[in-house]
């Protein structure tokens, strides 16, 4: 389970920035460069239903390739950290 004030790699998670249908959203801290970012954390147990691999791919690949400033940018994609079942990746923290 990924729970607040966690390490994971290099990031801390804080607070949960909201949810969606396959992830969590957590704001993280990199406590190295001290900057912000989203964590997306994916539980890979509700994403064998969904084929959610496949969309997180397509999300991740045209992540990659999007550069506007009203689009968040994709920082890092980091898999399988936590308890073999989840899945993160991190993403640019948006304020708004
Ligand atoms: N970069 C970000 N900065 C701040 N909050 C974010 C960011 N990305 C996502 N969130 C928050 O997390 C929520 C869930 O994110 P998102 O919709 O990307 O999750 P998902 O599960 O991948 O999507 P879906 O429900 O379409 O499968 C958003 O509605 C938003 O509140």
Known sequence: MVTKG???????????????????????????????????????????????PFQI????RTLKVLKHPNIVRLHEVNVSIVDGKTWIVVIEFLLW
Request: a positive charge.
């Open 57 to 60: 791919k397509r999300e991740i």
């Open 6 to 52: 966690m390490r994971v790699g290099k990031y801390e998670l804080g607070r949960t920035l909201g949810e969606g249908n396959s992830a969590k959203v957590k704001l993280a801290t990199d406590t190295v460069s001290g900057q912000s970012f989203a964590v997306k954390i994916i539980d890979k147990s509700r994403t064998s239903r969904l084929n959610v």
